[in-house]
Antibody, heavy 124, light 107 residues
Framework: QVQLQESGPGLVKPSQTLSLTCTVSGGSISTDTYYCNWIRQTAGKGLEWLGR???????NHNPSLESRVTISVDTSKNQFSLKLTSVTAEDTAVYFC????????????????WGRGTLVTVSS | DIEMTQSPSTLSASVGDRVTIVCRASQSITSYLNWYQQKPGDAPKLLIY???TLHSGVPSRFSGSGSGTDFTLTISSLQPEDFATYYCQNSYTIPLTFGGGTKVELK
């Protein structure tokens, strides 16, 4: 059974870079095909999609974050990573990684598996 | 960006009630609409994808309908474990966007 687990520092200083990892267990990124998404949640802005990477390496990002977001994949470690640069207090949130798969029965994509999320606080 | 608007933001109901949540997209997303349930401290869980297809393992009391810009999630008979927050999600175009959520609470 595939599981996702986010990890990384819980506290980041303003102007620094937030770095998180999503480790996939119970499956192989090298052989499976899906998008790994990064989504964050705050009480004020709700659920916000940050971006995604296909297991082959193709990426999409939320234009609202401009060039601050970098998403990558490391097949040797079975991990996806998120980097968010120049953080401010507004980047304080619970960060989730979520698997997005294609439903051949419906022709649509959806998030069928989520990590438990990790709280990142931006503060000096 | 496609804006997703849910109503109501909070819904008070009793066990056994029929509950309907509305999600409206700012432009047509055809049937590329997903619904999730989230309980406090947990990640969202997929309920319905493609507007009306029930995800594996989800009870049949949940159903979804709609296309274009207007969608609904219905719980036919509310159970104690259904008190949670529900979100709709546009999967039609980038950036993927979510509704603001509807909290279903005990009346």
């Amino acid at each position: 059974q595939v599981q996702l687990q986010e990890s990384g520092p819980g506290l980041v200083k303003p102007s620094q870079t937030l770095s998180l990892t999503c480790t996939v267990s119970g499956g192989s990124i090298s052989t499976d095909t899906y998008y790994c998404n990064w989504i964050r949640q705050t009480a004020g802005k709700g659920l916000e999609w940050l971006g995604r990477i296909y297991t082959t390496g193709r990426t999409n990002h939320n234009p609202s974050l401009e060039s601050r977001v970098t998403i990558s994949v490391d097949t040797s470690k079975n991990q996806f990573s998120l980097k968010l640069t120049s953080v401010t207090a507004e980047d304080t949130a619970v960060y989730f990684c979520a698997r997005e798969v294609y439903g051949w029965d419906s022709g649509s994509w959806y998030f069928d598996l989520w990590g438990r999320g990790t709280l990142v606080t931006v503060s000096s | 960006d496609i804006e997703m608007t849910q109503s109501p933001s909070t819904l008070s109901a009793s066990v056994g009630d029929r509950v309907t949540i509305v999600c409206r997209a700012s432009q047509s997303i055809t049937s590329y609409l997903n619904w999730y349930q989230q309980k406090p401290g947990d990640a969202p869980k997929l309920l319905i994808y493609a507007a009306s297809t029930l995800h594996s393992g989800v009870p049949s009391r949940f159903s979804g309908s709609g296309s274009g810009t207007d969608f609904t999630l219905t719980i036919s008979s509310l159970q104690p474990e259904d008190f949670a927050t529900y979100y709709c999600q546009n999967s039609y175009t980038i950036p993927l966007t979510f509704g603001g959520g509807t909290k279903v609470e005990l009346k």
